[in-house]
């Protein structure tokens, strides 16, 4: 009983903050389930590659329920974000295909730093202006909100295929979804307004699961027993997180996840040298 309580907490509560800033929760999910599995004997059967696997089925559910809420509002840019799949779908089954190298020291020294390194992200994103470098005419595209707004951004295709390619192999190394660096790439490189970004983003989030998630299961790193348990918890905190989008500040929730992020990745880096 334990165990399902504490699953039903991860599940929903990674949803929610995931769905909320377009991260998709993964960041969350997989140092907890190593941190409990593989630390504490909490959760039974854990292994790093086991927490990646598990983390990138659940965020398909994640992705797929806060894509459909924000295709409702139009915060979703179907016909540009897909551009980013040629470069992320690949990237996603390479890097799950990489992750049966990670050991476990491997795994708390390469993802506290990846943490650390998107909390510094979170932090400074607002402040970073978009760059107008890439902001060519034959590359504009065009987006109408659900407000009637119309917003004009550049994609171009080899910058995009390039770093959504790197993006993609880190998304099925560590299991986190592609969000926590893919919203930041749309609003500082591709200069996406930020509602879109996070739609967006957790479209981007959902295709990149789907494909790092083949190579997983195929490894046999998923423990289908939870991810049963944290796919409905995150079907219910994705819902939960698109609705509370409308309403709440999102730089409340991103100070308070960077802050965690923070701690998490300094602590998952001491405990590599221990």
Not at 124 to 151: A, C, L, Q
Not at 185 to 194: A, D, K, S, T
Not at 240 to 252: E, L, R
Not at 258 to 267: C, D, F, K, P, S
Request: charged share 10%; net charge positive; no cysteine.
């Amino acid at each position: 009983m334990l165990t399902i309580i504490i699953l039903i907490l991860i599940g929903g509560l990674s949803a929610i903050l995931g769905s909320l800033v377009g991260i998709g929760g993964g960041i969350i999910i997989v140092p907890t389930l190593v941190y409990l599995g593989v630390e504490n004997d909490l959760l039974q059967g854990i292994t790093p590659q086991i927490a990646i696997g598990t983390s990138s089925l659940i965020l398909i559910i994640t992705g797929l329920s806060s894509t459909l809420g924000y295709l409702k509002t139009k915060q979703v840019d179907v016909k540009n974000g897909s551009i980013f799949l040629f470069g992320l779908l690949p990237g996603s089954l390479i890097g799950s295909i990489l992750s049966r190298f990670l050991t476990l020291d491997s795994f708390n020294l390469y993802f506290g730093v990846f943490l650390i390194f998107v909390a510094v992200l979170l932090m400074i994103r607002n402040n970073i202006e978009p760059m107008k470098m890439f902001n060519k005419p034959k590359y504009e595209r065009t987006y109408v909100d659900g407000y009637g707004r119309t917003y004009h951004y550049s994609v171009p295709p080899v910058l995009a295929f390039i770093a959504t390619l790197f993006i993609g192999i880190l998304t099925g190394l560590f299991g986190i979804g592609g969000g926590a660096l893919m919203t930041p790439l749309m609003l500082i490189v591709f200069r996406f307004p930020p509602h879109v970004a996070v739609g967006t983003s957790m479209m981007m989030i959902f295709f990149s699961s789907v494909m790092s998630s083949v190579g997983h299961i195929a490894q046999g790193h998923v423990a289908w027993v939870y991810s049963i348990v944290l796919i409905i918890s995150s079907y219910i905190g994705a819902k939960i997180g698109v609705k509370v989008n409308q309403s709440i500040k999102s730089n409340t929730v991103v100070m308070l996840l960077r802050t965690v992020m923070l701690i998490m990745g300094l602590y998952l880096i001491i405990k590599s040298f221990l």
